[in-house]
């Protein structure tokens, strides 16, 4: 059943409470290896679903423009508060309402229309928003990409500051979207001191990481940060924007009024949820398994054959180019969900194929790490992978049928926040 229980959705709208129920099934019984997804704890779950969503809060603490701020007001200090302290900041604005608003609240704050902005080319690992060209942020901005190498698939730094001296770009961000390697944020803080740049690390895969010491800080390196509260930090779909004292006023006023009108009360008290989680000790222990189980799993995915594009992985995440498989990345992952395995198709650096249907899969371990695998089981996860694939190639239905069964054989000794059978 689900966790909590939805009576009232089952009785008011069957339809909805049936597609809540699978899902949860769902998240039961597979392998859940998207970087980007994970399971929630069942209090952030309670505080997302809390009564705090009939509530309006234009503005900020001790400035909103409604009445009946006097429980949202301390919510919202007392998440900000956490964050300041976990992540070791001047400011921290809990409000964003996901990943890309936040990195949008950037450009806001030191940007105007037609002003160079420089970022990871989304083929290379980056984020739409920082500066692709189909996103607003490549529509309304001067946008320069940088790479990695061919040789290597790690940042070239050599281009990054090249670019950056001849292009002088007034933003630089760091980070991205399918970057298996440690983010070097001392160099770029380095070569964005040269034109002046504000540095911001989009730290939204990796916060977790950070906060439970498994993957470097950009503090003292990033005056501004950007991050969504989910992935390997564990919270609810949300996000939030930090940075030193001196960026803080323009920051707010990006967000709101710039941006967005009343944040999501429900999701604010979810964040401190998941933020009073991430500072117990038992984190860094979760943290340090994450990278734990992606480095057993990327090497047993290597013995079989595997390319890995860097070779392996500093952090929770793994860029697999499937070319010598003899598959693409899109059909690789429509057999792996049929086999229980989730994961999403990828485009590889250097990709000679089309994005929507590209040659890699991005794969990740931060729910695996937070239903209790360890590393004595990622050769079997792998195992699983590989012959996925190889039934793909065949057309051999059963076969993936077969791992489907032995997959959930497996997760039903490992407990989920959300659900239980019944």
Same mark, same amino acid.
């Given at each position: ?8 959705v089952?009785?008011?709208?069957p ?28 209090a ?35 998440a ?29 704050a030191?940007l ?36 990695v ?11 990054v ?16 979207t ?11 803080? #380095? *070569?964005?001191?040269? =034109?002046?740049?504000?540095?911001? %690390?989009?730290?939204?895969?990796i916060?977790? &990481? /950070?906060? +439970? !010491? ?56 979810a964040i401190?949820?998941?933020l ?12 340090h #398994? *994450?990278?734990?189980? =992606?480095?057993a799993?990327?090497? %047993?995915l ?5 390319? &890995? /594009?860097? +070779? !392996? ?5 793994i ?35 089309k ?22 089981h990622?050769?079997?996860?792998a ?5 996925? *694939?190889?039934?793909a ?5 059963? %076969? ?23």
């Amino acid at each position: 059943m689900h966790q909590p229980p939805v009576p009232h959705v089952a009785q008011i709208d069957p339809q909805v409470a049936d597609l809540i129920n699978a899902e949860a099934r769902r998240q039961f019984d597979k392998l859940r290896m998207i970087p980007s997804e994970n399971y929630v704890s069942l209090a952030v779950l309670e505080a997302a679903g809390s009564v705090l969503t009939n509530k309006y809060s234009e503005g900020y603490p001790g400035r909103r423009y409604y009445e009946g701020q006097q429980c949202i007001d301390p919510l919202e200090r007392l998440a900000a508060e956490r964050a300041q302290a976990l992540f070791g900041v001047d400011h921290a604005n809990v409000q964003p309402y996901s990943g890309s608003p936040a990195n949008l609240a950037v450009y806001l704050a030191f940007l105007q229309p037609g002003d160079t902005v420089m970022g990871m080319a989304l083929p290379m690992g980056g984020h739409l928003t920082h500066g692709w060209a189909v996103s607003a942020t490549g529509k309304w901005f001067r946008s320069v990409q940088y790479g990695v190498r061919a040789d290597t698939g790690r940042v070239d730094f050599d281009q990054v500051r090249d670019l950056v001296r001849k292009e002088r770009p007034k933003v630089i961000f760091c980070g991205g979207t399918a970057i298996p390697r440690t983010i070097d944020f001392e160099v770029f803080a #380095q *070569i964005a001191a040269e =034109a002046d740049a504000i540095l911001v %690390a989009d730290i939204a895969h990796i916060a977790g &990481l /950070i906060v +439970g !010491g498994a993957h470097p800080s950009p503090i003292g390196h990033a005056p501004v940060i950007t991050t969504t509260t989910h992935k390997t930090l564990r919270g609810p779909r949300g996000a939030m924007v930090m940075s030193t004292a001196e960026h803080a006023s323009a920051l707010d006023k990006a967000v709101f009024p710039g941006l967005q009108g009343g944040p999501h009360n429900h999701t604010t008290a979810a964040i401190a949820v998941a933020l009073h989680e991430a500072a117990q000790p038992e984190f860094s222990t979760y943290a340090h #398994q *994450i990278v734990g189980n =992606a480095k057993a799993l990327a090497a %047993a995915l290597t013995e079989r054959g595997f390319d &890995l /594009i860097s +070779g !392996g992985t500093d952090n929770h995440l793994i860029l697999i180019d499937l070319t010598s498989k003899g598959i693409a990345g899109k059909p690789a992952a429509k057999a792996l969900d049929r086999a229980g395995i989730e994961t999403n198709y990828n485009t590889v650096p250097f990709d000679p194929r089309k994005p929507f249907d590209p040659s890699g899969l991005r794969i990740g371990t931060p729910a695996l790490t937070t239903r209790g695998l360890s590393q004595m089981h990622m050769p079997q996860v792998a195992a699983w992978m590989d012959e996925a *694939i190889s039934a793909a190639l065949k057309d051999d239905e059963p %076969a993936l049928e077969r791992i489907a069964g032995e997959v959930s054989d497996l997760l039903a000794a490992f407990p989920m926040a959300g659900w239980a059978p019944a």
